[in-house]
């Protein structure tokens, strides 16, 4: 089955206590993001890659790291995490067309609910 | 950058039709994508434009005038599981970044 997982699904964590959520998607997508969503503001882009070794900040990158070794894998880092970094996070995958120069669709994991006391 | 302004609630009745506007003002324009969310869950893809006009695809249309930055999508023959959040999200020509909306919440009553 196509999909896009997310692990783990729910965390909650202290501050300044390093932790890394997990994206993996099995459709051969060039294209991965991280987004978190906030009541009220919607999704915000907080990273993205383009392909392997190739990644560039969204809207709200700050306090994120992420890397992409594989193509299958997106790991997001929060290296010291912060009560402001509560939230509801996404990570989403596509294809590339037209050479690369166009996003297709979007295809998102279940979520990964992230309390940081 | 982008900046996506979509209504926030809208409420209708059940076998209606409701419309959502969007409108965005950007650097660069690289396609603007509808989505559906149910509360707790992922959101689903629902319409892309790219072109000036009308995509039809059952239940759901959607348009675009790129020239007016605004695109609207078009929920006919309303059901109770339409009931949920509607997102619009602009992609940029300047880089691949994807921009989305606060959402519009939709509830249907019977």
């Known amino acids: 089955e196509a999909q896009v997982t997310q692990n783990p699904r729910y965390l909650i964590t202290v501050t300044g206590k390093k932790l890394t959520v997990t994206c993996s998607q099995n459709?051969?997508?060039?294209?991965m993001s991280w987004y978190r969503q906030d009541p009220g503001l919607g999704l915000r882009q907080i990273y993205y890659s383009m392909n392997v070794e190739v990644t560039d900040k969204g809207d709200v990158p700050e306090g994120y790291k992420v890397s992409r070794k594989e193509k299958r894998n997106f790991p997001l880092i929060l290296e010291s995490p912060s009560p402001n970094q509560t939230s509801l996070y996404f990570c989403a995958s596509s294809f590339l067309t037209s050479g690369g120069a166009r996003l297709e669709t979007q295809y998102f994991g279940p979520g990964t609910r992230l309390l940081v006391l | 950058g982008q900046n996506i302004d979509q209504p926030t609630e809208m409420t209708a009745t059940e076998g209606a039709i409701v419309q959502i506007n969007c409108t965005y003002q950007t650097s660069g324009f690289n396609g603007l994508f509808w989505y559906q969310q149910h509360a707790g869950e992922a959101p689903t893809f629902l319409s892309y434009?790219?072109?000036?006009g009308l995509e039809e695809k059952g239940r759901f249309s959607s348009f675009l005038s790129r020239s007016k930055g605004y695109s609207y999508l078009l929920l006919k023959e309303l059901q109770m599981k339409d009931s949920a959040s509607y997102l619009c999200a602009v992609a940029s020509s300047n880089d691949y970044k994807l921009s989305f909306g606060a959402g519009t919440t939709v509830t249907v009553r019977a």
């Open positions: 459709m051969n997508h060039e294209y």
């Open positions: 434009n790219v072109l000036d």
